[in-house]
């Protein structure tokens, strides 16, 4: 089975009230791996968004590094997204391919 046709998976993390300028990739992978960060995100209770062209494009991100400010309106969009889905607007809570921790730390919750 080609790459292309594997299942892939990332993960991305966004302290908006840190020092990050942007979100970061923090895993990303192809077949087992990604099935494991899926996995591992649905047991953390972390939201997982399905969007194959999404992915396909954080999968061009370094692993830890920020993404590119050519995807900061596509990822916008996904934390509307999870906006929505915590208001509970959003229709499909947990799909597959893209883990995206909820917004605020759990010790601080509706802190924006």
Do not use: F
């Not at 969007?51 to 993404?67: E, G, N």
């Not at 809570?93 to 883990?99: C, E, I, N, W």
Request: net charge negative.
């Amino acid at each position: 089975m080609s790459r292309t046709h594997r299942r892939s998976a990332a993960a991305l993390v966004y302290d908006s009230h840190g020092h990050d300028e942007a979100p970061r990739v923090v895993a990303k992978g192809y077949g087992l791996v990604a099935d494991m960060i899926v996995q591992r995100a649905k047991e953390a209770g972390l939201y997982v968004h399905e969007s194959p062209d999404m992915v396909s494009l954080l999968m061009q991100v370094d692993l830890d590094s920020r993404i590119p400010p050519r995807l900061y309106q596509a990822v916008a969009e996904l934390l509307a997204w999870l906006h929505r889905l915590e208001s509970g607007a959003a229709d499909d809570p947990l799909s597959t391919d893209l883990v995206v921790p909820p917004p605020h730390p759990p010790d601080a919750p509706g802190e924006r």
